[in-house]
């Protein structure tokens, strides 16, 4: 018997250490989890993702950009949830590029639930996928909605360095973000298909302050003068609503030759790339795209078709979450998202 257990713990922690060695796996798919648990694992997600949107709908927007911010950097896996450790200080999340990244609360509670119903299963990084959908179906009303391919392992490297070198920045013009969405295999009708994004969320005024003297042919003036202005203009580094819809009502009157959007406040839709075409945007990155005719023309097709758009972006959604860790990088499945299991 003595010997029947030593054995036992022999394979236990052998098991144990083959899942935080293993490589990489091949491409998730769809059902990945179908009869892995006594429990629906993506219905778990949902459930979490909705109670915490219902609390507080800017979440939404928050995960689909965690998503965004995971999978650019070393692909989808999970490396953007690692907290700093004496080991390695500086992660990704540390990085200026993710200032504001938010969310990381949900991703908890999700991994807490997942555990208590289907422990050492389920990985951090297809929970961050899972999430970023459910999130996109919330804020859109359902409008968008897609299968996504799950399997993936958690990374067990993160560094704020990769996320500097990975990430678009908001300043870039269009020959750099063709060129930055290039490198992970998007076309330049992908990159304004996820910039669309930007109808959600918030951002520092560190990140789009360059825009406060953006000429006229670049920004609506009175939008930078009376708007974006007067928020960023008290000190320090507050947010802002990406999307002018969701900004101070008093301003927005004032803009005359603007209708705004009629869906509601923090509406995942099309509203972007109306506001793009009439220079209400924040990030110099985003009006950049209306400056090129490989990215204008996508610009005028989803401001004029809104279900084109929803189902576009739930194609380039599954394709950014196909994005995989470098070859041979080990992986696991985490027992908690914010650390790796050594």
Known sequence: MKVSAVVLVLVAFQAAAAVVHATAPG?????????????SVEGIVRDT?????????????ALVRLF???????????????????????PEKTSGANIGLRGFDVIDTIKANLESACPNTVSCADILAFAAR???????????????PAGRLD???SSATDAE??????????????ANFAAKGFTPEELVILSGAHSVGR?????????????????????????LAKDCGAGGDPTVENNIRDQNATALGNLTSYTV??????????????????NLVLFHSDWAIVGSNATLRHVHEYADNGTLWNLDFADALVKLGKLSMPPGSAGEIRKTCRATNY
């Open 203 to 227: 951002a520092h005024c560190s990140s789009f302050r360059d825009r406060l003297s953006a000429p006229s042919g670049e920004i609506n003036p009175y939008f930078r003068d009376n708007v």
């Open 68 to 90: 965004f911010h995971d999978c650019f950097v070393r692909g989808c896996d999970g490396s953007v949830l690692l907290d700093p450790t004496n080991a390695n200080p500086y």
């Open 261 to 278: 959007p009629a869906s509601g406040g923090a509406s995942l839709d099309n509203s972007y790339y109306v506001n793009n075409l009439n």
């Open 27 to 39: 491409t998730p798919t769809v059902g990945y989890y179908n009869g892995k648990c006594n429990c």
């Open 155 to 157: 990374g067990v490297v």
């Open 134 to 148: 459910d999130a996109s179906r919330y804020l859109s009303n359902g409008g968008i909605d897609y299968a996504v």
């Open 165 to 178: 070198n990975n990430l678009p920045g908001s300043t870039f013009d269009v020959s750099k973000l063709i």
């Open 49 to 61: 993702v909705k109670a915490a949107l219902d609390a507080d709908i800017t979440k939404g927007a």
